[in-house]
């Protein structure tokens, strides 16, 4: 076991390959088939105990031809051979029109969707425990008819959550420590997020990560950094209002809310992430537990930035679990074998331990 410290409390992680309990189960969405996602599951699954522990949903064509151009521009590469996996093969619909690797289009939307409709239909009825999803485009997903933001809406969608997030973790290679990041809000513009954000947006975020440090990681006495909106976090209004208008009197409110947990802000984004940079690189031992950004890329930026090959996507406030890799479609490298697995092993891995403690507590209820 690795012990990752975050002031005095510790998040515990399981160092060895994949580890489920015998009643989770991971299931892995190809992605788009155009992209890397077929390249960077089959690498990632190359643990053969690994691979018995998942289902990958997907096509087996092109799986296959994605193993045969691995295997033949370099024998020794590591890599599942499809006919070792567990695969619920989609197989291409007509009407979607041909699918080139390299290439994203509507077509490849239209099977990435696909992918993604049959694994959140099975978990749902209990087959699996989480889901895994590889890269998409949200471009290709338009252009196949299918007008969501991303994966994460579909998923909240189909599972009827009201209430959910868009959560990164990551783990520092350099110290062991946990980054821990929520995003207020997602994929909306940048001169969308002040109308956005609310108290009320703000108070639904906030006690799902809290909820999640609690439940997911094991903190019940947790740490957080609340981002400022503006710069300075307005310095006293001069360059901004929102935090003086309204975001400080509702952190009054919150630290009222949850007394057992520590609630710091509205932080200056500018200085918000240096103590966590300085803790990842192993410069320093103390940070918080959890931040919560106002958004996407205030929050991304230094999440990408220290950990753009081991930050795993993570939506919280679903009945299941479900993870991805940090990284997109890559669709320049396609079929060049250099494809960087790490963020979807991360994801695999995360997802596991998420499983597998959700079904202990559940066991011991």
């Known amino acids: 076991m690795l012990e990752f410290q975050c002031r005095n409390s510790c998040i515990l992680l399981e160092k060895t390959a994949l580890s489920l ?200 006495r947790p740490k957080i950094a609340i981002s400022g909106l503006n710069p300075h976090s307005g310095e006293n209004g001069k360059l901004g209002n929102e935090e003086q208008d309204w975001m400080i009197p509702w952190l009054e409110t919150q630290r009222d809310r949850f007394p057992q947990v520590q609630l710091d802000g509205p932080v200056p984004p500018d200085t918000l992430w240096v103590k966590p940079a300085k803790v990842w690189y192993g410069l320093a031992t103390e940070a918080h537990d959890g931040y919560l950004a106002m958004y996407h890329d205030q929050g991304l930026i230094p999440v990408k930035l220290m950990a753009f090959d081991k930050a795993v996507n993570t939506t919280i406030g679903l009945p299941f679990v479900r993870t991805s890799p940090d990284h997109g479609t890559a669709f320049d490298i396609v079929g060049q074998g250099v494809a960087d697995a790490s963020s979807m092993k991360a994801a695999l891995q995360l997802a596991a331990q998420l499983a597998s403690r959700r079904t202990a507590v559940k066991i011991g209820r």
């Not at 949200?138 to 196949?144: F, H, N, S």
């Not at 947006?201 to 439940?215: A, M, P, V």
Request: aromatic fraction near 6%.
């Open 21 to 220: 309990d015998r009643e989770s189960k991971l299931a892995v969405t190809l992605g788009d088939p155009a992209g890397i996602g077929p390249e960077v599951i089959l690498k990632a699954l190359a643990d053969p105990a690994a691979a018995l522990m998942v289902t990958v949903i997907g096509s087996r064509i092109v799986l296959q031809q994605t193993y045969d151009k691995l295997r033949s521009s370099n024998p020794a590469a590591e890599a599942a051979n499809p006919e070792t996996l567990n695969i619920i093969d989609i197989e291409p619909d007509s009407k979607w029109g041909e699918i080139v690797p390299g290439v994203g289009s509507a077509a490849s939307g239209a099977a990435s969707f696909a992918y993604m409709e049959q694994a959140i239909a099975r978990t749902l009825a209990g087959e699996f425990s989480a889901i895994v999803t590889g890269p998409i485009s949200k471009t290709c997903w338009q252009a196949a008819g299918y007008n969501y933001p991303g994966q994460t809406e579909l998923l909240a969608e189909r599972a009827k959550s009201q209430r959910f997030g868009m959560l990164f973790a990551a783990t520092s290679p350099h110290s062991g420590w946990t980054l821990v990041t929520l995003l207020a809000t997602t994929h909306i513009s940048l001169r969308q997020v002040p109308d956005a954000l609310s108290p009320e947006l703000l108070s639904e975020k906030l006690e799902l990560l809290i909820d999640c440090l609690r439940e997911d990681f094991g903190l019940e």
